[in-house]
């Protein structure tokens, strides 16, 4: 007997999809007002085989979003998060410490249904790290590009708050000591999101 197991990561799709497509079964109707500031916060997991050995590979990012309409539910965006992680070098077991802070933006599309708005959207991203341990420290950036899909929850219209279901894709590389490295991943979480 086969048993199908998802990872943690890919576990998050089941349910963005599943809100996508319960929102095509309500009515349409008009779409979220000109913008929002949101506060975030997810798990990200690294694609980078090298990070994994070094850090826990799947950890919390937090982060402020932007965003505003434009035309025809066309929406850009403007991410801001922050996130931190400690691990122990491979060879030497010695005590590592590394810090990003990924700067994403983009367009996306917006789809308005009553209570429930799917979106998806692509962006570019600008990856600035610190790592710092007893050999060396790293100061440097990745950039990148993303896919991103989600929804806002949003039952109560005369409230300018919002639940917003979010997954982003993204791949930033970059070169260390002619090696390529991969920062990008799989990102997933919530926002508060304030409409105004």
């Keep these: 007997m086969i048993k199908a197991s998802l990872r943690p990561g890919r576990a998050a799709v089941v349910p963005a999809l599943l809100a996508v497509f319960l929102a095509a079964a309500l009515p349409a109707a008009a779409s979220l007002r000109q913008g929002t500031v949101e506060f975030l916060i997810g798990r990200n997991r690294v694609d980078e085989p090298r990070f994994a050995a070094v850090y826990k590979n799947n950890g919390p990012i937090v982060g402020v979003s932007l965003s505003g309409n434009l035309v025809l539910n066309l929406n850009l965006y403007l991410d801001v998060k922050y996130m931190s992680r400690t691990g122990m070098l491979t060879y030497t077991k010695e005590k590592s410490t590394l810090s990003f802070l990924p ?94």
């Design 103 to 196: 700067i994403s933006g983009g367009l996306r599309y917006i789809h308005p249904f009553r209570y429930v708005h799917p979106y998806v959207g692509v962006g570019t991203d600008v990856y600035f790290y610190y790592e710092e341990n007893p050999i060396d420290t790293v100061v440097n950036s990745a950039r990148g590009m993303h896919l991103l899909a989600g929804a806002y929850v949003h039952p109560l219209e005369n409230v300018p708050l919002a639940l917003n279901v979010r997954i982003k894709w993204t791949s930033a590389k970059t070169t260390e000591q002619e090696r390529t490295i991969n920062l990008g991943g799989l990102e997933y979480g919530l926002s508060v999101a304030f409409l105004f």
